[in-house]
């Protein structure tokens, strides 16, 4: 609001000043009646023009500036206490107790008992026995024999040669083989054999007895136990302060312009009045 006021001020100082502008000079004015084309019948008589008067006058004019400013606002402090509080824990507490538990326990005795042993025992057996008897016999057979020969060849030129090459023949050949012949006979062996035997004897034999005892054992029990502490809370609080912010503010100051008040027209030497008028005489 303080910015269109402002405004408003200046255009208006703006607009006086035209003002007297136009009635000294006859701004946008027409003659009429002369030989200058301004339309008038008779000719306009030459004026001297009057010198414009200027006078100094005082305005209020605004403008904007920076104000530091205290200003009250809300800030959200955060604010610690502590406060004391029950809980409870569960502690292991171990206490001694006895009980009674079945053991087993191991007993050793003797006893009387038959086993059974083999007993190597030997004898004499007719068994039959099978021999074998190396024969020679000579026999013939056909085994191949590799030799290196000489043979007359003869080349790409139509030269002779002789050169040497292996070759492989079958001859009768007369070796020696040995057969063996299985020749059957009755002999007496001593052979042991073992001959199961019935002993008396004892052994020791362990048994297992089951008895009551007491033992003392320790228990691990729970137990809930109450405790106090301290606990730290924060909680949010809402305070009043002042703080200083930078303002735009607007002022109003005075000055003092040089405006016109008076002067001629330049063409009929009247004095014009209000803003675009013709002048009074020949610019109507």
Do not use: W
Not at 108 to 121: A, G, L, N
Not at 151 to 178: I, K, W, Y
Not at 257 to 281: N, P, Y
């Amino acid at each position: 609001m303080k910015q269109f006021l402002a405004t408003a001020m200046l255009t208006a100082v703006a607009l006086f000043g035209l003002t007297q502008v136009s009635e000294a000079n006859g701004l946008f004015r027409r003659c009429r009646g002369c030989d200058s084309g301004c339309g008038s019948a008779a000719p306009c008589a030459p004026a001297q023009a009057a010198a414009p008067k200027f006078e100094e006058r005082k305005v209020t004019c605004y403008k904007r500036v920076m104000v530091e400013k205290e200003i009250d606002v809300i800030e959200c402090k955060r604010v610690t206490r502590e406060e004391k509080y029950n809980y409870t824990v569960c502690v292991a507490v171990t206490k001694p107790e006895t009980r009674k538990v079945i053991v087993c326990e191991t007993v050793r005795k003797e006893v009387d008992c038959e086993y059974t042993v083999m007993v190597p025992k030997t004898e004499q057996r007719k068994v039959v026995c099978t021999t074998y008897q190396c024969v020679r016999e000579m026999v013939t057979c056909q085994v191949p024999v590799r030799r290196l020969v000489k043979t007359t060849c003869v080349d790409e030129c139509g030269r002779c040669h002789t050169r040497r090459q292996f070759v492989t023949c079958m001859e009768e050949r007369t070796r020696c083989v040995v057969k063996r012949v299985p020749i059957t006979t009755e002999k007496m062996v001593n052979v042991t054999v073992c001959v199961p035997e019935v002993r008396k004897g004892k052994r020791v034999v362990c048994e297992i007895q089951r008895k009551e005892k007491e033992i003392t054992v320790n228990v691990c029990r729970f137990e809930h136990q109450p405790r106090e502490g301290t606990r730290t809370i924060c909680e949010i609080q809402h305070v009043k302060a002042k703080r200083k912010v930078m303002v735009c503010e607007t002022q109003a100051y005075e000055t003092t312009v040089r405006v016109q008040v008076g002067g001629a027209c330049s063409d009929c030497g009247s004095t014009g009045r209000g803003l675009f008028r013709r002048c009074g005489s020949c610019c109507k």
